[in-house]
């Protein structure tokens, strides 16, 4: 899948790796902060816009000539990938938690039929339902 993605998105892993989530608290979006591939001391901020209903780089190359830098398709990347976490996150949970009860189910039977297997062998082999016969005859 991840694979797949760098392909179609022509990223390589150090440009996916550059991208770090963030929220903005103010406006509660999801923005990205992408390290600069040929200068380690810049960063870009790479926010979700809204109107557009996609991710926008303030870089050169993003906000003055309008393309499509790599910055922009690393946070979107980066996007599809944690949402794609959260989803196999959440069905772990739910599979644990199905796990956990048929558990508890199967834990259940073993112990409520040896408890009817001890009072049967309780009462058949009780010493008083022989004297209760012998005096009944
Ligand atoms: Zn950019």
């Given at each position: ?114 408890a009817?297997q001890r009072c049967?062998a ?16």
């Amino acid at each position: 899948m991840e694979k797949s993605l760098k392909e179609q998105y022509h990223l390589t892993d150090e440009q996916i790796d550059a991208a770090t989530r963030f929220i903005d608290l103010k406006t509660r979006s999801v923005l990205y902060i992408v390290k600069s591939a040929s200068d380690p001391d810049t960063e870009y901020k790479v926010t979700w816009n809204r109107d557009f209903n996609r991710f926008q780089c303030q870089c050169k190359a993003a906000s003055q000539y309008g393309m499509s830098c790599w910055h922009t398709r690393s946070a979107f990347v980066n996007e599809l990938l944690y949402r794609q976490a959260k989803r196999d996150e959440a069905e772990a949970a739910k599979r644990i938690a199905e796990e956990q009860a048929e558990y508890e189910r199967l834990m259940m039977v073993p112990r409520r039929s040896r408890a009817r297997q001890r009072c049967s062998a309780i009462s058949s082999a009780s010493p008083r339902s022989h004297s209760t016969y012998f005096a009944n005859h």
